[in-house]
């Protein structure tokens, strides 16, 4: 009698955020499957990491220590697009491949900086405000100065997926819109229909607003700093929906709108989450009039529908199913385990 072939069944690991149940982690697998919720940080005595085939992380820190106690492991994938919680180096020298999630989320966040963007372009956040305590006249109360939108240059800043969404969404719009990105090859501006920059301080020097769609790595780091405000012209915008790293600190929006050198900010991501105790929250908290109307914080939410979010998990898990079954190495980040694509 020939026995029959026993069923391979994954063990793949969920660290934290993405409680069960998991049936969208599930579904690129099928019934082959078998996913655990991970305290991550109670590994010291508990053994279900050590069998894993693979590990889904969101928040949660993989460290040289954790990593070590990954004796199966053949992939980590990062929910969504940053991995500075990440021990690169540790997962190469142990051979545990590793892939963040950059492709979700896209038109979420492009709508998110162009609402940003044209909210406070025609400062709707102000007249909002003011609207509440007028005593006399209505129309009467505008807020000069005001461009037209053709009369209105919009620099950004990274021109991957989400920063080329961003500048289609513009152009409709009828913006002049400039970009700047070493890392796209040369004419990628010539398929959005914008100019392109290849010195920061220049661009910024000709912009009305601009917005900014960049990675986080230690060449980004603090990159929003005062160098990089003053080079706007007085009066301007600026929005960050990418990383809160990028701010060098909370102290160069608060001097630039004390200034007036900012017209307005808006923000989805922050230097500290939730935010620090600092005097521009304070201000912001309490519509102080030096800020009110022309300070726009959301709490890290510009990625986020509901279609988003499946497509995240979804995608996350296919990562892992894809190299776990066929050895293809999508969105790989540091040593190349696979057939990268």
Known sequence: MVSEKRKEIFRIGVTDYVEPVHDVEAEPFGDDVEIRWIDIENTESDV???????????HAHVDRKLVGRLEKCKMVVRYGVGFDNIDIGALNAAGIAFSNTPDYG????ADTAVAMLLSHLRKLPEYDYRCRHYESGWQEHVLPPLKRSNQTTIGIIGLGRIGS??????????????????????????TLGIRRYDDLITMLSQCDAV???????EKT????????IDALPRGSLLVNTAR?????SL??????????HLYAVALDVLPDEPPSDHSLIHAWRNEEPWVRGRLTINPHSAYFSDAALYEMRYKSAETAFLYLTKKLHRNAVGRDFGETF
Do not use: M, Q
């Open 221 to 228: 780091r603090g990159l929003i700093n005062k160098d990089f």
């Open 211 to 217: 917005t900014i769609h960049c990675p986080f790595d």
């Open 165 to 190: 969404s961003v500048a289609l969404r513009l152009k409709a719009f009828g913006f002049d819109v400039c970009g700047l990105d070493p890392y796209r090859p040369s004419g990628h501006e010539k």
């Open 106 to 109: 896209t038109e979420e966040v």
């Open 244 to 248: 809160g790293g990028l701010l060098d």
């Open 251 to 260: 102290d160069v929006i608060s001097d630039s709108l004390r200034s007036g």
């Open 48 to 58: 279900s990491v050590s069998d894993l085939d693979a590990l889904l992380v969101w």
